[in-house]
Each structure stands twice: as structure tokens, then as C-alpha cells.
T-cell receptor, first 113, second 111 residues
Framework: DAGVIQSPRHEVTEMGQEVTLRCKPI?????LFWYRQTMMRGLELLIY????????DSGMPEDRFSAKMPNASFSTLKIQPSEPRDSAVYFC???????????FGPGTRLTVL | AQSVSQHNHHVILSEAASLELGCNYS??????LFWYVQYPGQHLQLLLK??????LVKGIKGFEAEFIKSKFSFNLRKPSVQWSDTAEYFC?????????FGKGNQVVVIP
């Protein structure tokens, strides 16, 4: 199994630009999670989906952030417009409902100048 | 809300020393517990997990953790560390449909 796949691995952009992060969960996993990791705040849950439906988006910092999961094998996290304080590593994770173990992708390191 | 506390954020020790990382969680219901490891520049990987049964859990790379329900703790241990154990270690607790992470322990092993 290829594991959770994220793209791009690195993204450098200028303030005000739109950023789209992509995630492909492990096949057969029906829950998907987006996390943000920073030195100051550690690992924070932004949003998670169950069977493609957003269940809890209380961790999404503000309206500039949006996430979609159009099908079981793909999700996006979009930031529009981006700001320097959005710089972080964004992880996607997936799990089956049975094991409750989340498997993490390699992350996308986002730098907003 | 559920929370996870990890102490001693930075730990520096020599090879062959013993390592213990503390983890306390706040959730009072049924909880599943995890330790993840993040090697430099890499993503989080599962070290071990506890769902039920024997409270002493053995994971990969010689790590083990003990679940003590009365103390709401799930401490991670390794009797003899190696340089390759240099990483950040995260404790996590799953309950009420949410996985909460601690802030992590940055562990540096000196050869």
C-alpha cells in the first residue's frame, strides 16, 4: 500500500495567493483528517471527514480556510487568501472506523512570504 | 474538552541511557491511546497503541508504554536508547470521536 499521499510536499507562495493542498487517503479508509503543525501550537486538528462528509470543522482557523472531499479517494484543503501566519506543515491522515489508528501522510510544508 | 499533556518538552540523553516520557490525558470515558514518532523531516508514524487488555503495550523498536487508568497516564519507555531514536514523540488520546495530541517531546540522543 502506498500510504497516505499528499501533494505538493513543499509550497512557497506570496501573501494573498490561493493555496491548494491535496490528499489521497489509504484505499478503504473512510475517515480523513487535516492537521496543521507549528512550533508554537504543536499539532492541531483542522477538520475531519467521515464517508466524505465533514463532521467537525471547529479547528478551521477562519473563513480563509476551506476543505472538500468530493470522493473517497481525494480531499483538498484550500487557503484563500494566504497569509504569512499560515506557514506550517499540513498533514493529512486517514483511518478505518474499526482500527481507530490514524495513518499520516508525509505532509506539505507551506511557506507564505 | 479532551486534552493530552506531555512533560519535559526537550530531553537530551546519551546512547544506552533509559528513556521515559510522561503522558497524561483528561478524558474520562473509554479512550484509545497512542504514541507516534516523528523523525527529523518525516511524517508521524505509529509507535504503539492501547485499546484494551494488557496495560503494558510493546511497540516497535524496543519501545513500550504502560496504561495506568487510575492516573490517566500512558507513559512511554525504552530501556536503552540509540542515536537513531532522536525524534519528536507525540502522545495521543482518542475519545468522543476526536484524536487529541500532546505538544510532543523533542528527544535528542547523543552518540
Amino acid at each position: 500500500d502506498a500510504g497516505v499521499i499528499q501533494s505538493p510536499r513543499h509550497e512557497v507562495t506570496e501573501m494573498g495567493q490561493e493555496v491548494t493542498l491535496r490528499c489521497k487517503p489509504i484505499s478503504g479508509h473512510n475517515s480523513l483528517f487535516w492537521y496543521r503543525q507549528t512550533m508554537m501550537r504543536g499539532l492541531e486538528l483542522l477538520i475531519y471527514f467521515n464517508n466524505n462528509v465533514p463532521i467537525d470543522d471547529s479547528g478551521m482557523p477562519e473563513d480563509r480556510f476551506s476543505a472538500k472531499m468530493p470522493n473517497a479517494s481525494f480531499s483538498t484543503l484550500k487557503i484563500q487568501p494566504s497569509e504569512p501566519r499560515d506557514s506550517a506543515v499540513y498533514f493529512c491522515a486517514s483511518r478505518t472506523s474499526v482500527t481507530d489508528t490514524q495513518y499520516f501522510g508525509p505532509g506539505t510544508r507551506l511557506t507564505v512570504l | 474538552a479532551q486534552s493530552v499533556s506531555q512533560h519535559n518538552h526537550h530531553v537530551i540523553l546519551s546512547e544506552a541511557a533509559s528513556l521515559e516520557l510522561g503522558c497524561n490525558y483528561s478524558y474520562g470515558g473509554t479512550v484509545n491511546l497512542f504514541w507516534y514518532v516523528q523523525y527529523p523531516g518525516q511524517h508521524l508514524q505509529l509507535l504503539l497503541k492501547y485499546f484494551s487488555g494488557d496495560p503494558l503495550v510493546k511497540g516497535i523498536k524496543g519501545f513500550e508504554a504502560e496504561f495506568i487508568k487510575s492516573k490517566f497516564s500512558f507513559n512511554l519507555r525504552k530501556p536503552s536508547v540509540q542515536w537513531s531514536d532522536t525524534a519528536e514523540y507525540f502522545c495521543a488520546a482518542y475519545g468522543n470521536n476526536r484524536l487529541a495530541f500532546g505538544k510532543g517531546n523533542q528527544v535528542v540522543v547523543i552518540p
